[in-house]
């Protein structure tokens, strides 16, 4: 009687089992939503540089890139001297959150090539008083390597207070004015 009971119940659990097994497209779906969420706690989709006094300063967050634009200055952070690809100083603004940390931080991990940017990417070099606009990393490692782009599309007085801005392409998109990348700059300073 007692094996009889023992195989009852063995089955019940075995039939309970499988009556909750999810079904493919819902997993895909759950896998998806944690990519997503993991891609969000990264910060990797955007980067920011703007060359000031000889310093390279670098932003992983679009709220502190901007406040640097608008007084020249970041309450938080890490500094590196002669860090920068042609010796300057590169400072990295932080974010409150991130002050205390000695590792893990988005900007150094993206630059030092510990952590791939994400797709889509977006960034800008505040450089000689122009933005140059990316949608590409390897452009936008090439422009920091080299100070230019060999393709690019540029619009005097097109920044928000009348700079040259400079929209970097591949040499696939050099005779398409490239609308998704001037939209979304434009949309990203309120213009």
């Known amino acids: ?96 959150a991130d002050k205390k940390k000695l590792s893990g931080i988005p900007s150094i991990e993206m630059l030092e090539g510990r952590m791939p940017p994400a797709d889509p990417f977006y960034g800008e070099i505040v450089s000689e008083g122009r933005i140059n606009v990316f949608d590409n990393w390897d452009l936008f490692k090439a422009f920091m390597a080299h100070g230019e782009v060999p393709f690019r599309l540029t619009v005097i007085g097109g920044g928000p207070k009348g700079e040259t801005v400079v929209y970097a392409l591949t040499k696939a998109e050099k005779k398409k004015r490239p609308e998704a990348l001037i939209s979304k700059f434009k949309a990203f300073h309120g213009m």
């Open 1 to 96: 009687m007692k094996k009889l009971l023992v195989a009852v119940l063995a089955s019940s659990v075995m039939a309970g089992c499988s009556m909750n097994q999810e079904k493919p497209e819902a997993k895909e779906e759950v896998k998806k939503v944690e990519a997503k969420a993991a891609e969000q706690a990264l910060n990797n989709d955007d980067l920011y540089i703007v060359y000031h006094e000889g310093r390279m300063n670098v932003f992983y967050d679009a709220d502190l890139y901007k406040g640097f634009l608008a007084v020249g200055e970041t309450p938080f952070r890490k500094t590196f001297i002669g860090a920068g690809p042609k010796g300057e100083t590169v400072v990295h603004g932080l974010t409150k």
